[in-house]
């Protein structure tokens, strides 16, 4: 199976910054509408951010709207999520997305923890 490989969680301290990355496996695997979700202790899983490809139209969640930004390097074949002004509500586990008509993919998932 194609995976999608991400890179870039841990811990931080709140107020702090953290940015993650997101890779298809397989470099074939491109031209796709990528997000990532995330998964709070306790929560549902919840859409964060997502950028189409066709449109390059991006999506925030209320949330995150104004600290989180959601870009993509097509050079790279790369998405990323660029953390600010991190909040302890932020810590959940974060998945990476991508998907198209008939496809859908997912990262193993980031841990990131902000800490008081």
């Known amino acids: 199976q194609v995976q999608l490989v991400e890179s870039g969680g841990g811990l931080v301290q709140a107020g702090d910054s953290l940015t993650l990355s997101c890779a298809p496996s397989e470099r074939t695997v491109n031209r796709l509408n990528m997000g990532w979700f995330r998964r709070a202790p306790g929560k549902e899983r919840e859409l964060v951010a997502n950028?189409?490809?066709?449109?390059?139209?991006?999506y925030y969640a209320d949330t995150v709207k104004g600290r989180f930004t959601i870009s993509r390097d097509n050079a790279k074949n790369t998405v990323y999520l660029q953390m600010n002004s991190l909040k302890l509500e932020d810590t959940a586990v974060y998945y990476c997305n991508a998907w198209d008509r008939g496809v859908q993919y997912w990262g193993q998932g980031a841990q990131v923890t902000v800490s008081a």
């Open positions: 950028i189409r490809w066709a449109s390059s139209v991006r």
